[in-house]
Every structure is written in structure tokens, then in C-alpha cells.
């Protein structure tokens, strides 16, 4: 069983660029999530989607951080204009149910880092 | 809002000895409590995870208990190798939202 994918691996930008993160969840997930990670600190929820329908996106910054999974499958992240504070690992995760005992399965994560 | 807390956050252990992983959280209203590992540039892999109606899980050589009227679980690894090193977090879930702790980087020496 393929396990979730995530590109890019890495990604540098300078301050006020735009950057886009794309994961694609393990094959009949229902629920999709996007986590930050910051150095020192354990994941962050930023949006939990189910299907194509968000279910939590409580903790985005949506004045600069945007998401959509189109289709209920593949999903983006974009963050525009990034700032320094945004630089961490951006973690997606995938889980057959939407209830909380299910487990969730995390790709390798992409690591930004704004200049 | 729950609140992880994972002490101490380091810890070093010659090969052999047992390890003992402490995480603490403020709701005892917990859905369940999931123990990952994280390994340098890698994402989360989920060892155990404890519903709120159990009192301990086991897999190997790894076992987490979960004491909900503290608001404590317990990671224990037997006989630690040096291919345990790394950060383990912790997580409770309340509902479908995972609240984390910010882990403990192992150290196993050979």
C-alpha cells in the first residue's frame, strides 16, 4: 500500500513570495489533514478536510494560508505572502475514518524555510 | 482545549536498558492517546494508539498505558536498541482533533 505523498521535499523562498505544498493521501482515505510543524514544537492542526468538505480550519491563518482537495482526493496548501514565522515542516496526514480513533498516517512532510 | 506536555524533552541510554516516556494531558475527556516516532526529515509514524476505554497497549517490545483520571500515559521500551533513537510524541485526541506534545529525542548508545 502506497503511503501518503508529499512534494516538494524542501522549499526555501524569501519573505513575501507565494509557495504552494501538494499531498496526495493514501488511496480511499476520507479525511485529509495539514499540520505545521515548527522546530522544537509537536504538529499543529491547520485543516482537517473530509472528502472535499472542510471539517476544521480553526487554527489557518486565512488571511495569508489557503487549502483546498478538489475531487475529495489530492490537496494543496498555499501560503502567500509567506513570512518569516512560517518557516517549519508542513505535514499531511490521511485516515480512513473521520472519527478520532482512527489512525493517521503522515507523509515524509515538506520543510520551508522563508528568508 | 487539551494540552500535551512531554517531559523530560532528551534522554540518553546505553543500549539494553529500558526506556520510560512520560506524557501528561488537561482533559480527561480524551478520546483516545496515540503514541508516533519521528525520525530526522521524516514524518509521523503512529506506534500504538489507546481508546479512552482501555488501559494499556502492547506491540513488541513497546507498551503505553493510558491513566485517564491523572491525565497520564507511559511509553515503555524493552531492551532499547540504538534503531530507537529518536522523537517520540505523544497525542490525545479529543473528538477527531489530535492535540500534541512536543516529544522526547532519544538517544540510545551502542
Known amino acids: 500500500e502506497a503511503g501518503v505523498a508529499q512534494s516538494p521535499r524542501y522549499k526555501i523562498i524569501e519573505k513575501r513570495q507565494s509557495v504552494a505544498f501538494w499531498c496526495n493521501p493514501i488511496?480511499?482515505?476520507?479525511?485529509l489533514y495539514w499540520y505545521q510543524q515548527i522546530l522544537g514544537q509537536g504538529p499543529k492542526l491547520l485543516i482537517q478536510f473530509q472528502n472535499n468538505g472542510v471539517v476544521d480550519d480553526s487554527q489557518l491563518p486565512k488571511d495569508r494560508f489557503s487549502a483546498e482537495r478538489l475531487k475529495g482526493v489530492d490537496s494543496t496548501l498555499k501560503i502567500q505572502p509567506a513570512k518569516l514565522e512560517d518557516s517549519a515542516v508542513y505535514l499531511c496526514?490521511?485516515?480512513?475514518?473521520?472519527?478520532?480513533?482512527?489512525?493517521?498516517?503522515f507523509g515524509p512532510g515538506t520543510r520551508l524555510t522563508v528568508l | 482545549k487539551q494540552e500535551v506536555t512531554q517531559i523530560p524533552a532528551a534522554l540518553s541510554v546505553p543500549e539494553g536498558e529500558n526506556l520510560v516516556l512520560n506524557c501528561s494531558f488537561t482533559d480527561s475527556a480524551i478520546y483516545n492517546l496515540q503514541w508516533f516516532r519521528q525520525d530526522p526529515g521524516k514524518g509521523l509514524t503512529s506506534l500504538l494508539l489507546i481508546q479512552s476505554s482501555q488501559r494499556e497497549q502492547t506491540s513488541g517490545r513497546l507498551n503505553a498505558s493510558l491513566d485517564k483520571s491523572s491525565g497520564r500515559s507511559t511509553l515503555y521500551i524493552a531492551a532499547s536498541q540504538p534503531g530507537d533513537s529518536a522523537t517520540y510524541l505523544c497525542a490525545g485526541s479529543n473528538d477527531y482533533k489530535l492535540s500534541f506534545g512536543a516529544g522526547t529525542t532519544v538517544t540510545v548508545r551502542a
Open positions: 496526514a490521511s485516515s480512513f475514518g473521520t472519527s478520532g480513533g482512527d489512525t493517521q498516517y
Open positions: 488511496s480511499g482515505h476520507a479525511t
